[in-house]
């Protein structure tokens, strides 16, 4: 069972533009969605994450969307810049009351920015 | 910033064989994940280690794998005996506490089982 989903799978945007990626849960219990970006050949590092307490989070150029009601989120990147092209992880996880801190992925968005 | 080293980066197998895969976790984290990952699939959650027992392991984690970080040195994950469906990517990742907390990863070790 995917509990976790992305879309798009890849995506291409000119420098400038804005990049949206989307998410979506089917755990009701989840309340802590981190974003994850990925490098090549490096470590998957935390971007940005939300709680449901919030709608809108937002860090620089990046900003999660989210709709509690219908169980998705999306992450905006605006003014994309080439060094934003990496693949990005919306991921979940049920942090207040978990016992694990297990974190539950989406497939990911592979992002290039053209300039 | 804080680093999870993982070693090796890749390493080939012959199914039957064991195989140990070496993490090295921030050092003042206290809880230890593994995550799995199929090309071009999702990262998967394997198992969470915490005060040198396991916390929660996942239907993917086969008998076949163990645990275990003795004397706080290398937090390892041993495989044995491996088989061709254990080819994947490796994630160890660590964090202070379960919640209101960054999980750091490492780069990966990529198993190839042959």
């Known amino acids: 069972q995917q509990q976790v989903r992305q879309s798009p799978q890849s995506l291409t945007v000119w420098e400038g533009e804005t990049a949206i990626l989307n998410c979506s849960y089917e755990?009701?219990?989840?309340?802590?969605f981190p974003w994850y970006w990925q490098f090549p050949r490096e470590s998957p590092a935390l971007l940005i994450a939300?709680?449901?307490?919030?709608n809108k989070k937002e860090d620089g150029r990046f900003t999660i969307f989210f709709n509690k009601r219908e169980k998705k989120l999306s992450l905006h990147i605006t003014d994309s810049q080439p060094g934003d092209s990496a693949t990005y992880f919306c991921?979940?996880?049920?942090?207040?009351?978990?016992?694990?801190?297990?974190?539950?992925f989406g497939e990911g968005t592979q992002v290039t920015v053209i300039s | 910033g804080p680093k999870v080293l993982q070693i090796p980066s890749h390493q080939i197998i012959d199914m039957g064989q064991m195989v140990t895969l070496n993490c090295d976790p921030v050092s003042n984290h206290l809880y230890f994940y593994w995550y799995k990952q199929i090309l071009g699939q999702q990262m998967e959650f394997l198992v969470n280690?915490?005060?040198?027992?396991?916390?929660?392991k996942s239907k993917l984690f086969k008998d076949q794998f163990s645990v275990e970080r003795p004397d706080g040195s290398y937090f390892t994950l041993k495989i044995q005996p491996t088989a061709l469906e254990d080819s994947a990517v490796y994630f160890c990742a660590s964090s202070l506490r379960t919640t209101n907390t960054e999980v750091f990863f490492g780069k990966g070790t990529r198993l190839t089982v042959v």
């Open positions: 755990d009701s219990t989840f309340d802590y």
């Open positions: 280690f915490y005060n040198g027992k396991v916390m929660e």
């Open positions: 991921a979940a996880s049920e942090d207040t009351g978990g016992l694990s801190g297990k974190l539950t």
């Open positions: 939300i709680r449901p307490v919030s």
